[in-house]
């Protein structure tokens, strides 16, 4: 291995366009979203007073803001877990060696490489009251069981149901994803491990929580930190299906920072909440590192 | 460094363009480039031959970087306006085609061409165009909505257009509506000359009125008829199950929408300086309003409460499932489409003035346009008389030219419009920078009283998102 200076030079200019780009879109607005956020920075305003840490005693003085941060929350302990558990689960399924599992896999792939806000559209129309798909099943049974669902139900617009429904479209849309990811996870287990199991008489459960979950947790990790940086991110679905209501119940903080910004036009204030919101991003996702190394230390063999 | 940054606006320009299916054109004006540059790369020669074309654009690079110049073809260069306006990609109509042909009589008449910028999506036009302004890439003309106009207007984004009116004989403003034109007005100063508007009006549905037996609305009516003639066009199913089949109003929670009926009860969302709402939006006229509205939806069900809107279509007015809505001349289309036999009349009032709320669009030059002249010329040719004519025939709202607009007169629903400019006044938004926000806040407040099942009573509902616009309007 050759790491004089004279060929060094050589590396630096390999890793340059990639640096360049980062630092032009991704540090460079990083900083500058910094320095903003310590200023009153409206968008058309000629100046741009220093205001120290103004922006973040006035967001947390606002009660909307907080209620952004505790929906966002809500999402975020609703669609991980769930999204977690479901996509290892389907994983698992289009894992078995069945004919046609291909034409599966691709099935639940699909949502991810669509547009979010088509997807979102095909959410509302599958919720309308009445001729939506969920009322009109409704209806059917109904009629079918005599049962009394109410079938005008208009999801969207209350405030339970629109959260919910929020967090189902994330199982959908993310489900794809997650599930190559632990397919590859699962794909990647010894079968030599599974014999050994089953010479020790495990069954199929009994294999799964004490082979597949251990070996997988690296994936699962990284599933669980990434499905959570995503749903602190959630945006799109908000900004289509619900507008943060009904009652601003689906308000999260990046559709609250996009009002701040471009209703509002207040870049600076903008600015300071995405650093909040980086910060619960960055405390949360090294909570879920330590949580995890932590088990995986444990689960390791000896 | 420099040649790379040529390199990019030339990719940029030629592919970057929002303007698609058309030559791609260059809008600088640079000095004259050397006979040496390659000919021209089309973007359709770039697709068939990548790597020549890769070697022609860096090339051109090189020769445009010694020229010092704006890289440009040896064709002639085509002055290009460039107008916003909102909307996004639609279906063909006729209303378009007229539009564009109009234009391309404007093109022909000036040997210029104009760019019509489309901005899509709900509520983005403002952010988008602003954004463009500070990054001074902003369209010539613009398409100024009275409903967000303060916002341009008090920021510097638009040009003072009393220097052009001034300086062009041809120009006179008499010929538009005075109090429309007021909308962008500042003191002396004017900001956009009205292309159309509409006040909003309430219209109702002839067919149901007589199946009830109802006699029309009439100019001046109050309250009091309006509740009476809402209460007989609710219509129950035989068996009286699960609500009314049909009812009196419409109602849609848009604060645009039912804002005006505050209005015609004396009360206000702000005080008169647009500085704050206590005292307004919770003062005793509003509340009364906003107290009639929900117990209309509520407590008699005479108006369609939008918990039950859904099972009644997109528009319950149109479906002739609703007698009366308010609405603006845009709705006259479809309803004249429908073949629905309709009238308008103004809104009605409860011991206050006539009152209703005038919504416009305007067309007005960017402070950072690049063809002011021009754009002045397009806005003269626009808002004329005979152009007006023509683009208003389609039904889609009332010229802001008074001679167009009284091409019109003496059909009834056109009339009973023109009488409503006489008592319409212009939106907050047109004054008040944050109005569009305060829009979103009054939408929250119905429907968190709507949404309550009567546990949150209007004075207190409106007292405390009073508080709210307060702190918002303050930090501006």
């Known amino acids: 291995m050759n790491t004089s200076g004279s060929h060094n030079w050589r590396g630096y200019l390999f890793v340059a366009p990639a640096t360049a780009y980062l630092a032009l879109f991704a540090l460079f607005p990083m900083l500058f979203a910094a320095w903003m956020a310590l200023h009153r920075w409206h968008l058309l305003k000629e100046d741009h007073p220093f205001v120290g840490l103004a922006n973040f005693t006035a967001m947390f003085a606002d009660p909307f803001f907080r209620g952004a941060i505790y929906n966002t929350l809500i999402y975020v302990a609703f669609s991980v877990p769930l999204g977690v558990v479901t996509s290892l689960a389907v994983a698992m399924l289009v894992a078995q060696r069945l004919r046609g599992v291909g034409f599966f896999r691709t099935l639940f792939y699909i949502p991810a490489v669509s547009s979010q806000v088509a997807l979102s559209m095909v959410v509302i129309w599958i919720l309308l009251p009445e001729q939506g798909l969920v009322n009109y099943g409704f209806a059917k049974l109904n009629a079918l069981l005599g049962a009394e669902i109410p079938t005008a139900t208009d999801f969207l617009k209350q405030t339970g149901w629109a959260m919910a429904a929020l967090v189902a479209m994330s199982l959908w849309i993310g489900l794809g994803p997650r599930m190559i ?19 020790d008489g495990a069954t199929g459960w009994k294999r799964f929580r004490h082979v597949t979950l251990p070996l997988l947790a690296p994936t699962t990790l990284f599933v669980v930190v990434t499905t959570t940086i995503a749903a602190f991110q959630l945006f799109t679905p908000v900004y289509v299906m619900t507008e943060g209501g009904p009652r601003r119940s689906t308000d999260v903080v990046l559709y609250h920072i996009y009002k701040e910004a471009w209703q509002k036009f207040e870049i600076g204030m903008a600015s300071a909440m995405s650093y909040v919101l980086f910060a619960m991003i960055l405390i949360v996702a090294l909570f879920q590192f330590r949580i995890m190394r932590r088990a995986l230390s444990e689960g390791a063999p000896a | 460094m420099r040649g790379l940054a040529t390199l990019f606006g030339r990719v940029v320009s030629r592919f970057g363009e929002p303007y698609a299916g058309r030559d791609v054109e260059h809008r600088c004006v640079g000095p004259a480039v050397s006979a040496e540059q390659p000919r021209a790369t089309t973007p359709k020669r770039v697709k068939a031959v990548p790597m020549r074309a890769v070697r022609l654009i860096l090339g051109s690079v090189a020769i445009v970087s010694l020229a010092g110049g704006c890289a440009d073809d040896e064709q002639a260069v085509t002055t290009v306006l460039r107008v916003a306006n909102w909307g996004g990609v639609q279906v063909e109509s006729d209303f378009m085609t007229l539009e564009r042909e109009i234009r391309e009589e404007f093109e022909r008449q000036q040997g210029v061409r104009v760019q019509f910028e489309q901005i899509p999506g709900h509520g983005q036009y403002a952010p988008k165009l602003l954004m463009m302004h500070v990054t001074g890439s902003v369209p010539d003309v613009v398409t100024l909505d009275a409903s967000s106009a303060a916002v341009f207007i008090d920021n510097n984004v638009l040009r003072d257009l009393t220097p052009f009116i001034a300086g062009d004989p041809t120009f006179e403003l008499d010929h538009y509506f005075e109090n429309v034109v007021n909308i962008a007005r500042r003191g002396e100063v004017l900001y956009a000359i009205p292309l159309d508007f509409t006040p909003m009006v309430m219209y109702y549905n002839k067919t149901l009125f007589d199946a009830a037996g109802v006699a029309y609305p009439q100019p001046g ?42 209005w015609t009860n004396g009360g206000d969302v702000l005080d008169p300086t647009g500085k704050r709402a206590s005292g307004y939006l919770d003062g005793p006229k509003s509340v009364e309003a906003i107290q009639f509205i929900v117990d209309l939806l509520e407590k008699h069900e005479y108006g369609l409460h939008p918990k039950r809107r859904a099972a009644f279509g997109l528009d319950p007015f149109r479906a002739g499932k609703a007698g009366l809505d308010m609405k603006g001349h845009w709705a006259m289309i479809e309803c004249r489409a429908d073949g629905l036999d309709f009238g308008v009349v103004g809104l009605p009032t409860n011991g206050a003035e006539r009152a209703t709320v005038i919504y416009e669009a305007g067309l007005a030059i960017a402070q950072r346009a690049e063809q002011p002249e021009l754009a002045w010329e397009y806005i003269k040719y626009m808002t004329s008389a005979d152009v007006q004519r023509r683009r208003v025939a389609s039904g889609l709202a009332i010229s802001g030219n008074k001679q167009a607009a009284a091409h019109f007169a003496g059909n009834p629903v056109e009339d009973a419009f023109i009488e409503e400019v006489n008592y319409a006044r212009p939106p907050w938004g047109a004054t008040v920078e944050r109005y569009p926000f305060v829009e979103g806040l009054l939408k929250e407040m119905m429907e968190d009283i709507l949404y309550s099942d009567g546990k949150l009573s209007v004075e207190q509902a409106t007292r405390e998102t009073a508080k709210l616009i307060d702190a918002a309007l303050a930090e501006q």
């Open chain 1, 181 to 199: 990811i632990f397919l590859a996870g699962i794909q990647s287990i010894p079968e030599t491990l599974y014999e050994a199991a089953a010479l």
């Open chain 2, 221 to 262: 009516w109050s309250w009091d008829d309006f509740f009476a003639a809402a209460q007989r066009l609710t219509v129950y199913a035989d068996d009286a199950r699960g609500g009314p089949v049909q009812f009196g109003f419409n109602f849609e929670n848009a604060a645009p929408l039912w804002m005006p009926l505050l």
